[in-house]
């Protein structure tokens, strides 16, 4: 069964360190999500690509966090430097393009900055 | 800022019983509406979509879409312990940007 891939599945950093996540969406869907998922909370979306463009980045704090999915593929989420207050699930989904299609997530991955 | 509302809980039901979980939106340029289960430390599962006014339904689960009053409800008919899990309503537009609310804690009893 198809389904998105993400690595790490946990990270432990320290503040002011950079981490970066890997997703690999399902084969052929073009659109890709990164989400933040902070505990008791829903996901916020972070940034969203169509292929290999950035369709909304509006949430993304651009200081730190930066995103890329150079071949329309798999994409990188990096956060520099981290801080405490990204402690989070990082949450990675992907659907086909166009109306009425359904996003499917990763596992996740567990960020804890100590 | 585009909005998806719903109340965190819990809502404790008995097993067997019906659970029944709303979720508002503010956006009328709304286009697609899912509902997602997520258990502690997992990732959110689709469970159910609905797309058009009226009434879904697949298995035990129901979905019913009222887009006057911007209104999407999910009903869990003879609900397990095992449905206990956090219920994520999200919304999707017609840049396919997908939205998520705070989602309902359900906590269903033996």
């Known amino acids: 069964e198809a389904e998105v891939a993400q690595s790490p599945r946990y990270k432990i950093t320290e503040k002011s360190q950079a981490v970066a996540f890997w997703c690999d969406p399902i084969s052929g869907h073009a659109t890709l999500y990164w989400y933040r998922q902070i505990l008791g909370q829903g996901p916020e979306l972070l940034v969203q690509?169509?292929?290999?463009?950035?369709?909304?980045d509006s949430q993304l704090p651009k200081d730190r966090f930066s995103a890329e999915r150079l071949k329309g593929v798999d994409s990188t989420l990096k956060i520099q430097p981290a801080e405490l207050g990204d402690s989070a699930m990082y949450l990675c989904?992907?659907?086909?393009?166009?109306?009425?299609?359904?996003?499917?997530f990763g596992q996740g991955t567990r960020l804890t900055v100590v | 800022q585009k909005e998806v509302e719903q109340n965190s809980g819990p809502l404790s039901v008995p097993e067997g019983a019906i659970a029944s979980l709303n979720c508002t939106y503010s956006?009328?340029?709304?286009?697609?509406f899912f509902w997602y289960r997520q258990y502690s430390g997992k990732s959110p599962e689709l469970i159910m979509f609905i797309y058009s006014n009226g009434d879904k339904e697949d298995g035990r689960f129901t979905a019913q879409l009222n887009k006057a009053s911007q209104y999407v409800s999910l009903l869990i008919r003879d609900s397990q312990p095992s449905d206990s899990a956090t219920y994520l309503c999200?919304?999707?537009?017609?840049?396919?940007?997908?939205?998520f609310g705070t989602g309902t804690r359900l906590q269903v009893f033996p």
């Open positions: 989904a992907s659907s086909s393009q166009g109306r009425d299609t359904e996003a499917f």
């Open positions: 999200a919304v999707s537009y017609n840049t396919d940007k997908l939205i």
């Open positions: 690509f169509q292929d290999e463009s950035v369709v909304d």
């Open positions: 956006d009328r340029g709304s286009q697609s």
